[in-house]
């Protein structure tokens, strides 16, 4: 009951490429190669914009004047 031998993924891969055949076999490995390197890349890209994103500008402000009517107060106040 052990590991399978040189002669038994042989005959599994003959067996594959009987029922498949050979061109089909070829297009589904290319198929599989083009998504992995689309992987590849997608990853890269995506760890390339995180770091070249600069942050957002901050808007601050100091005097109440420069406040619009609908801005929120975030100050806690307590109840007394």
Do not use: Y
Not at 46 to 60: L, R, Y
Not at 63 to 72: F, G, I, K, L, N
Request: proline letters at 5%; aromatic letters at 6%; glycine letters at 12%.
């Amino acid at each position: 009951m052990g590991g399978f031998s040189i002669w038994h993924w042989l005959i599994v891969l003959l067996v594959v490429v009987l029922i498949f055949g050979t061109k089909k076999l070829k297009n589904m490995g290319s198929d599989l190669g083009a998504a992995v390197k689309g992987f590849k890349d997608g990853v890269k890209g995506a760890t390339d914009d995180e770091g070249a994103a600069a942050p957002p500008p901050q808007v601050t402000s100091a005097t109440p004047a420069a406040r619009s009517a609908d801005t929120v107060d975030v100050e806690a106040k307590t109840k007394g």
